[in-house]
C-alpha cells in the first residue's frame, strides 16, 4: 500500500487556524525569550571580560550552569520546580494566567542567554586591546568604555553567530510542547490527532519553521551590511 | 530566491517520493520473512510496557501472541515469530503506510476519521474517559469542569471531547502520560482526564494509590482495536478469526484476568455489559 497523500486537511476544518495559533504562539514565546536572552548575554558577556574577578565570577557560573543542563531540564525546573516554593493563592493566579507559558519563556530565556553570553564574549574578546586602552586613555571609566566603544563594536562582529543562536531558540521553543504550551509543533500534532495525517501536519510545520527562519537569517544579513565598519570585516563574496 | 526555491522544490520531490509502492499484500510479506511485526507502546500498563524485569510484555502484546499469531501459522502452515517495534501516537499510522510494522496492537482507539486511513480488527477492549482528581475534589465529572485547569493527553480522543464540549475548561495538553500527572500531583490542574483504563493504571503504579480518585461517567466511548494497511481483507480476516477463536475458547478471559484481575497489573473487573460485548463480535464458523 502506498501513502495517499491528502493534503487538503491543511486547510479544512480548523487546521489552518491551529496553524496560525500556534505559528502566533511560537513567535510570542520566542520573541520574549529573545529579549531575555539578548539581555542576559550582553550583560553576562561584558562582565566575563571585566577587569574585576567577582563579577566575572559571577558571570562565569551562570553561564557554566544554565547552558550545561538539558533545556528540557529547565522548561521542567521552571514549570514544576518553582512554583510549589510559592504561596497557595500566588500559585493558583498562576496556573490560571498562563504559568506556563512564562515558565517556558523564562527557561528559553535563561538557558540561551547563557549561550549568547558566551557570542558576546568572543566578540569582545575579538576587539584588539589597545581599543580598550586608547579609550582609558582618553579618560572614559570602565563602564563609559564598554557603553561607548567596546560594545558597539562588538555587537557589530557578533552578527553571524548571534543569527544563529537566536534560530537555535526559535526551534528550541518547540520544546515547550513538553509543558503544554500550544506553539506549532503541538498544533501539527493536533492536526495529526483530528484527521490522522502525520505526515501532511508535519511537512505543514517542517515549511513554516523554514520560511520563519530563512526570513530571520535574511533581515539579520541586510542588518549587518548596514551596520558593518568599513574594513573591520573583510566580506569575502556576496553574502 | 533561487536558491531557495530550489530547496523547496528538492523538499517537496523528497517528500512526495517517500514511499515506494509495493506490490506485496502483508500476509506475503510475513510469508516471506517469517515475522509478523507489530508496533507497540512502552509506556501503557498493562496493555503495553517495559516491566520491572526489563521485558516488554502486556495484554495487547499477549493477543497477538496467543490469539493472531497461531491464525496467521495455521493459515501460512509455518512458524512465525512476533517482532516488536514502539510505535506512539503520531507514529502509528505513518508506521503502517511504510511498511516498518504490519500491525499496531496498544491502546489505540478506533475513531471513523482514523478509518479513513487504516483499517481495524474487531474490538479487543473496551473503555471511556473518565477524570483523575486527588480525592475531595470537588469536581465529579465532566459537568463539573466549567472554568476548571484540566490536563489531558496530546493527541487523545478526550481532549478533543473537552474542547467541543467544555470550551469554557483551561485545557493543557502534555505530550505523555508522567508530565501530565505530575501537573495533576502538583496543582498546575484540577483534574487530569484520560481513558479510565489508562488512569487506573496510572494510579496502581502510583506511589501513594489511597490520595486519587478517578471520578465520572464515560463522557466518550473508546473501543480499542488493532489497526492494519488498508484493503488487506486476507489479513484483517486472520487478525479477526485469531481474535474470535480466543474469545470463544476463553483464552481472552483467561488474559484478561492475567492482568486486569485482582491479582493483575491493574485491577479493572470485566463488566458483563462488556462480556456480552465481546461475545457478540464473535460470528458463527
Redesign the interface.
Known amino acids: 500500500?502506498?501513502?495517499e497523500?491528502n493534503w487538503s486537511v491543511l486547510w479544512s476544518g480548523q487546521s489552518g487556524g491551529w496553524l496560525l495559533q500556534g505559528l502566533l504562539t511560537t513567535l510570542e514565546i520566542s520573541a520574549l525569550a529573545w529579549l531575555l536572552a539578548v539581555a542576559l548575554g550582553i550583560l553576562s558577556g561584558a562582565l566575563r571580560t571585566v577587569p574585576w574577578p567577582p563579577l566575572r565570577a559571577a558571570a562565569t557560573c551562570y553561564v557554566e550552569f544554565f547552558r550545561n543542563v538539558p533545556l528540557l531540564v529547565w522548561m521542567f525546573f521552571w514549570?514544576?520546580g518553582i512554583?510549589?516554593l510559592l504561596p497557595r493563592g500566588v500559585?493558583?493566579w498562576l496556573?490560571?494566567h498562563g504559568?506556563?507559558f512564562w515558565a517556558g519563556t523564562f527557561a528559553l530565556g535563561v538557558y540561551h542567554g547563557a549561550r549568547m553570553s558566551e557570542v558576546i564574549r568572543s566578540g569582545i574578546q575579538s576587539i584588539p586591546r589597545t581599543q580598550f586602552e586608547a579609550a582609558q586613555a582618553i579618560g572614559l571609566s570602565v563602564w563609559q568604555a564598554y557603553r561607548l566603544v567596546i560594545l558597539p563594536i562588538a555587537l557589530r562582529l557578533i552578527v553571524p553567530p548571534a543569527t544563529n543562536e537566536s534560530l537555535n531558540l526559535l526551534k528550541n521553543s518547540s520544546v515547550a510542547?513538553?509543558?503544554?504550551v500550544?506553539e506549532l509543533t503541538?498544533q501539527t500534532?493536533?492536526i495529526?490527532?483530528?484527521?490522522?495525517?502525520?505526515?501532511e501536519a508535519l511537512?505543514a510545520g517542517?515549511?513554516i519553521y523554514?520560511v520563519l527562519c530563512?526570513s530571520i537569517a535574511a533581515v539579520m544579513t541586510r542588518l549587518e551590511r548596514r551596520f558593518a565598519i568599513p574594513g573591520l570585516i573583510a566580506r569575502v563574496g556576496a553574502g | 530566491m533561487k536558491r531557495l526555491l530550489a530547496l523547496l522544490l528538492t523538499l517537496a520531490v523528497v517528500l512526495g517520493g517517500a514511499v515506494p509502492a509495493l506490490a506485496e499484500t502483508t500476509l506475503e510479506k510475513i510469508s516471506r520473512t517469517g515475522t509478523l511485526t507489530i508496533g507497540t507502546r512502552t509506556g501503557s500498563p498493562p496493555f503495553a510496557f517495559i516491566n520491572k524485569q526489563n521485558e516488554w510484555v502486556g495484554f495487547s502484546i499477549d493477543l497477538v501472541e496467543q490469539a493472531v499469531k497461531p491464525a496467521i501459522e495455521r493459515k501460512l502452515g509455518k512458524p512465525v515469530k512476533v517482532e516488536k517495534k514502539e510505535s506512539t501516537p503520531p507514529t502509528r499510522i505513518p508506521l503502517l503506510s511504510s511498511n516498518a510494522v504490519d500491525l499496531i496492537a496498544g491502546t489505540m482507539t478506533d475513531t471513523r476519521t482514523r478509518r479513513e486511513s487504516v483499517d481495524f480488527s474487531l474490538t479487543f477492549f473496551v473503555t471511556g474517559a473518565q477524570f483523575l482528581v486527588k480525592k475531595g475534589s470537588p469536581i465529579r465529572g465532566i459537568d463539573s469542569i466549567a472554568g476548571k485547569r484540566i490536563a489531558a493527553q496530546q493527541g487523545s480522543t478526550n481532549a478533543r471531547i473537552i474542547r467541543e464540549r467544555v470550551p469554557t475548561a483551561q485545557l493543557r495538553e502534555f505530550p505523555d502520560q508522567p508530565a501530565a500527572f505530575q501537573a495533576l500531583a502538583q496543582g498546575q490542574v484540577d483534574a487530569f482526564t484520560n481513558d479510565g483504563i489508562q488512569l487506573a493504571g496510572l494510579v496502581a503504579k502510583a506511589p501513594n494509590p489511597g490520595e486519587w480518585a478517578i471520578v465520572g461517567d464515560f463522557f466518550s466511548y473508546e473501543p480499542y482495536g488493532m489497526a492494519m494497511r488498508k484493503n488487506e481483507s486476507d489479513f484483517r480476516h486472520l487478525v479477526n478469526v485469531g481474535l474470535m477463536e480466543a474469545i470463544e475458547s476463553g483464552k481472552y478471559f483467561e488474559l484478561y484476568e492475567k492482568w486486569f484481575g485482582p491479582k493483575g497489573e491493574v485491577p479493572y473487573p470485566l463488566t458483563a455489559d462488556n462480556k456480552r460485548f465481546m461475545t457478540l463480535q464473535v460470528v458463527p464458523k
Open positions: 500500500m502506498t501513502y497523500f514549570y514544576f512554583p510549589p500559585q493558583d496556573f490560571n504559568a506556563e510542547l513538553t509543558i503544554s500550544a503541538f500534532r493536533q495529526e490527532t483530528y484527521t490522522a495525517r502525520a505526515i511537512t517542517t515549511l523554514l530563512v
